[in-house]
């Protein structure tokens, strides 16, 4: 079968505060070539393989390859619905892809839009507001007789801002947990400033955290082992949050951060609880093919959702702390199988024969 690997290079970036000018870590959602290359090799043992940059030259490329089917990675460049573009460049061509489809991950890369779905079906998440300016302030924060806007919660600190429409923690920094307005509003302008963006305000929920990947559809559909993150790896006085520095700058290859534990040490009520509220956000949402949740737990111990990853990160090596195969591994699929079965589920769902790529699920995964 002839597939076409769609993806984002990532590339070094200047840092940039001035309007027009891209924040220093613009980049951090796009993949790195040695990902690239393990990606392609996993389809290449069943399947003819071509590369395709998702650029502006992207659309003649795949109209003179015609694959059969297009793996999508392409995370997009500008615009709040960017991981949509590509997606929705393949249904103009007519060409299957794998993963969800650019409603869903333009809701999602909008973590205000997909909180407000999470909420219409019950599906616990934390209170939020959306800052456009500094002069949101006092309708945001339980403080100076502040009253909420109809329908709109007044939070209580601590909270956390982040960028409203980032993924891979961008924006998320370790002094994005405020605890008095001087430090919301400080937090509010560096979003604003850097991003060029509206910024999202949550109440800090102060439990546990978890990241969850789904893999399949319908009956098929698996939640791989539990992965947590164990904040107490952080270098001393940094906040409890799996933030920018976590993931990208303290975190090495050389010197990986031992920050996650897969599976994750969890009673059986948790457990059930956790992929509860993930299996109900994957239907929600509509997500297809492969995804990961974040959930954090409450000061009940109760997990809410925290943010939707319809596009994944997949890093190949053992070492580097990448949650979707960390899981899959704890499954006891390979990387190349981990990206074969994720290519399978897309070719059941579209009724495609993938030809020598099924793996059967190890008998533990947990069912649907």
């Known amino acids: 079968m002839k597939v076409a690997l769609v993806y984002n290079l990532k590339k070094n ?37 071509s590369l395709v940059e998702a650029d502006e030259e992207a659309i003649e490329k795949l109209r003179a390859d015609r694959p059969d089917v297009v793996f999508n990675v392409a995370e997009g460049l500008w615009g709040a619905a960017r991981e949509a573009q590509f997606p929705a460049l393949f249904e103009l061509l007519r060409l299957p892809y794998t993963g969800s489809d650019p409603v869903t991950l333009a809701l999602c890369l909008d973590k205000s839009r997909t909180k407000e779905i999470l909420g219409a079906h019950g599906i616990p998440t934390p209170q939020f507001r959306i800052a456009e300016s500094v002069d949101d302030l006092r309708r945001i924060v339980a403080s100076h007789g502040a009253l909420p806007a109809p329908g709109k919660p007044v939070l209580k600190f601590p909270l956390i801002v982040k960028p409203l429409s980032e993924g891979s923690s961008k924006g998320i920094v370790n ?36 990241t969850v990947a789904l893999i399949g559809n319908g009956d098929d559909l698996r939640v791989l082992p539990i992965v947590e993150i164990l904040f107490d790896s952080l270098p001393p006085g940094a906040h409890p949050i799996y933030s920018f520095e976590a ?14 534990r897969c599976p994750a040490t969890v009673d059986a ?13 994957w239907d929600a949402l509509r997500l297809r093919d492969w995804a990961r949740i974040d959930v954090r737990c409450d000061a009940s111990g109760r997990p809410q959702v925290i943010e939707v990853n319809p596009l994944p990160g997949i890093l190949p090596q053992p070492e ?8 899959a591994r704890a499954a006891g699929l390979s ?14 769902r579209l009724g495609l024969g993938a030809r020598g790529g099924a793996v059967a699920p190890p008998a533990h995964f947990s069912l649907r």
């Open 13 to 49: 970036s200047t840092s940039g505060s001035a309007s027009g000018e891209p924040p220093p870590d613009f980049y951090a959602e796009c993949d790195d070539l040695e990902t690239i290359e393990a990606i392609q090799s996993a389809l290449a043992e069943f399947h003819q393989v």
């Open 175 to 210: 002094s994005s947990v405020v605890r008095n307005e001087s430090e919301l509003a400080s937090e509010i302008n560096r979003v604003l400033s850097l991003y060029h963006e509206p910024a999202i305000v949550e109440e800090f929920l102060p439990g546990r955290e978890f």
């Open 247 to 260: 993931k990208w700058v303290w975190d090495t290859s050389d010197k990986p951060l031992e920050i996650f």
């Open 269 to 281: 009520d948790l457990e059930l609880d956790i992929e509860s509220v993930c299996l109900r956000a």
């Open 320 to 327: 580097q702390n990448s949650c979707f195969p960390k899981a």
């Open 335 to 348: 990387y190349n199988a981990t990206v074969r079965r994720i290519l399978d589920s897309a070719c059941a």
